[in-house]
């Protein structure tokens, strides 16, 4: 999508239907694609966000703006130039979900970048489409079939709402595909070896950053304003805080490892959970992170570096080759591999890039994967099974079946160790019993699971 020259156009406007290109027609994933526009760009603060917003916000939405594109369009969408679909989905999306947009100035520069990039004549259809658009827009009608209406409506997959109507049932399916849809919020998790929460509030301030505390965990604070990338703040290079949803700082609590313990952290990532469970143990002890990608294990480091962290020992390895027999500890998270259902609304192109079939391999290896994690418990020790998805047969059910194979194996409940998250009556029981699922959106957090076992005493 080479322009052809410059003109007076909201740069991030153009940048944005380049990614939405790139992430549409090429298959980038969209928030590395941004990411790295982002770092190589001059934007201001402002069109940063606007950028930012445009990108997320067409690819998470792409299924309802192609249905009205195509209302217009004397074509169906698979038929339209891929550079102009871009842009009219991008321009479509400012129009539809982004009140502050002047239709005239989204209008002009998606006519005037159309122009830029394909000539006159798909000017002229930019400029007809989007001028229809929006005389008849409060006229625009969506189907009245149930699963097809959400579908659309709230662009998800047709297979996964109907999974969740047929799950959750239409008021909570309904609520879950809204909040998928929400802005995310950006929650700290305050490094308590180098400050405290106050304080790092103090020296965000300084930097221009606005926060405030979070109330769900005594770790988070809750990012309001920014004047800049928050990864580009002196206090994230001091390594002051680590950037994690609430949900996913209730791990290090649900385990509960003793300062001085030793840890094993299966499929630990790029860290997040790794590098908590190091703060909460006060940096004594150690904590075997596992991973099989080098590349995740190298930002790892970097992140152990930069939040002062000297006792995370890290393994590239498939936990299934580990030597039980060699490799054993009295704590252990699996925080395994899933679907990622709990995290859509932060991840926008995630709805789009799985399938029932790669659901089914998973659960077929998140079994594999707890079965060699439950070898390496010690005698009276604890497996800490996470995911950040809501899908049942990825969570409970694997647990059952585990459950099933392993009678040495119990569910603790955990309800005790997060008297500080407030956890209706019917997640404190499910805490109580030693699973628990949080919903996306309903304690404003991502979507987890959780379920704690332990070993029961060998006879």
């Known amino acids: 999508m080479a322009a052809k020259k410059d003109k007076a156009v909201n740069k991030a406007r153009i940048m944005a239907a380049e990614i939405v290109y790139e992430v549409m027609e090429r298959g980038a994933f969209a928030n590395l694609a941004l990411a790295k526009a982002l770092r190589n760009s001059d934007l201001s603060a402002a069109d940063r966000h606007l950028l930012t917003e445009i ?229 004594q002890g150690e904590v075997l992170a596992v991973e099989f990608y080098a590349q995740k294990l190298e930002l790892l480091r970097q992140n152990c570096q930069r939040l002062g962290l000297g006792i995370v020992k890290d393994l590239e390895k498939d936990i299934r080759t580990l030597n039980s027999k060699e490799v054993k500890a009295r704590y252990l998270l699996l925080d395994a591999p899933c679907s990622g259902w709990g995290v859509l609304n932060r991840r926008a192109d995630a709805r789009w890039r799985k399938n029932q079939e790669e659901i089914n391999e998973l659960t077929r290896l998140q079994a594999q994967f707890i079965s060699h994690a439950a070898a390496m418990v010690e005698e009276q020790g604890y497996l800490l099974y996470a995911t950040c998805t809501i899908n049942q047969v990825e969570n409970e059910e694997i647990i059952e079946g585990f459950l099933e194979q392993n009678q040495h194996f119990v569910l603790e409940g955990f309800s005790s160790k997060l008297s500080f998250f407030p956890l209706d009556k019917p997640d404190k029981a499910s805490a109580s019993r030693g699973m628990l699922t949080l919903m996306p959106g309903k304690y404003e957090t991502d979507g987890m699971f959780y379920a704690l076992l332990r070993r029961k005493q060998f006879k």
């Not at 609430?246 to 860290?271: H, K, Q, T, Y």
């Open 55 to 283: 990108v997320n916000g067409t690819v998470r939405m792409i299924k309802h703006l192609d249905w009205v594109l195509e209302l217009f369009l004397h074509s169906p969408i698979k038929k339209q130039n891929p550079c102009l679909l871009s842009i009219l989905r991008t321009a479509l999306y400012q129009l539809m979900f982004l009140a502050k947009v002047p239709d005239y100035a989204l209008v002009n520069d998606a006519v005037e970048i159309s122009r830029q990039k394909m000539g006159d004549k798909m000017a002229g259809v930019s400029n007809a489409v989007l001028r229809s658009i929006i005389r008849k827009l409060d006229k625009i009608k969506y189907p009245d079939e149930p699963v097809s209406f959400y579908s659309i409506y709230y662009s998800h997959p047709e297979w996964l709402v109907k999974l969740w109507l047929d799950t959750f049932g239409t008021q909570a399916c309904e609520t879950l595909l809204a909040y998928n849809n929400s802005r995310s919020r950006v929650v700290l998790r305050c490094n308590p070896l180098k400050c405290s929460r106050e304080e790092l509030i103090d020296k965000l301030g300084e930097e221009g950053v606005k926060a405030q505390l979070s109330p769900l965990t005594p770790w988070g604070i809750v990012l309001e304003d920014s004047p800049q990338p928050i990864a580009e703040t002196a206090s994230f290079k001091k390594g002051y805080f680590y950037i994690q949803n609430e949900a996913s700082m209730l791990a290090a609590a649900i385990l509960n490892p003793p300062a001085g313990e030793r840890v094993l952290d299966l499929c630990c990532g790029v860290g997040g959970k790794t590098t908590q469970l190091a703060e909460y143990m006060n940096n």
